[in-house]
């Protein structure tokens, strides 16, 4: 089994809809999550970091749901400029392993 | 944030011949530095984990006598593709964590196109 899981998508919304998207780990005793950007052709960028209670920034807003392992991603008002791809990113409890999931593909359609 | 730069961009070159790869930390410490390959419309490949002053660990199916890596300070890593051939061509990104658990803070990446 996959540490991290993800719909690899592709997602395609009209501008000003809201998409979310999950991602799955296997790992229960895993310790931060993460969720990047990457633009194509370009490398990934952090866009947020999970944390237990839910956050938000602006549009996006972010949960972990640690009973169930996943954590999600929603992103409000979408604009041209949110297309991209999404990476979950899950780390375990010791250690610098990263856990990359295959990331979600998301274009914003005018 | 953190800055992590990558050189060179962009490179291409014959079969046989070797290319090193430089990710350094601009602003930071990085103990671990990370190193992925990307075929187009993959995701990313974590190839191997690099430690200041330690050999690196390379993950299963990852040659570590073809894909040579240096991590000689806190600030720089190279990675050398040696003798590279043609199915070598990718986009080799690297990247840094200021600590355990942090975020990774990624290069810009190389693109590598072997002839």
């Known amino acids: 089994r996959k540490e991290v899981e993800q719909d690899p998508g592709p997602f395609n919304v009209p501008e000003g809809a809201t998409v979310a998207f999950n991602c799955t780990y296997s790992n229960s005793a895993s310790q931060s999550f993460f969720w990047y950007r990457q633009d194509c052709r370009k490398e990934p960028k952090l866009l947020m970091s999970?944390?237990?209670s839910g956050n938000e920034d602006g549009r996006f807003t972010a949960q972990l749901n640690r009973a169930s392992q996943y954590i999600s991603l929603l992103i409000r008002d979408s604009k041209l400029s949110d297309s991209a791809t999404y990476l979950c990113v899950v780390t375990p409890n010791t250690g610098n392993q990263f856990y990359f999931g295959t990331g979600t593909s998301l274009t914003v359609i005018p | 944030g953190a800055v992590v730069s990558q050189h060179p961009s962009w490179v291409i070159c014959k079969s046989g011949t070797s290319v090193k790869i430089e990710c350094r930390s601009l602003?930071?410490?990085?103990?671990?530095m990370f190193w992925y390959r990307q075929f187009p419309k993959q995701s990313l490949m974590l190839m191997a984990t690099s430690n200041e002053g330690s050999k690196a660990t390379y993950e299963q199916g990852v040659e570590k006598d073809k894909f040579l890596i240096n991590h000689a300070s806190l600030t720089l890593s190279t990675l050398t593709v040696t003798s590279a051939h043609p199915e070598d061509s990718s986009f080799y990104i690297c990247s840094a964590s200021p600590g355990a658990g942090d975020e990774q803070f990624f290069g810009p990446g190389t693109r590598l196109t072997v002839l």
């Open positions: 999970v944390y237990s």
């Open positions: 602003d930071f410490q990085a103990t671990t």
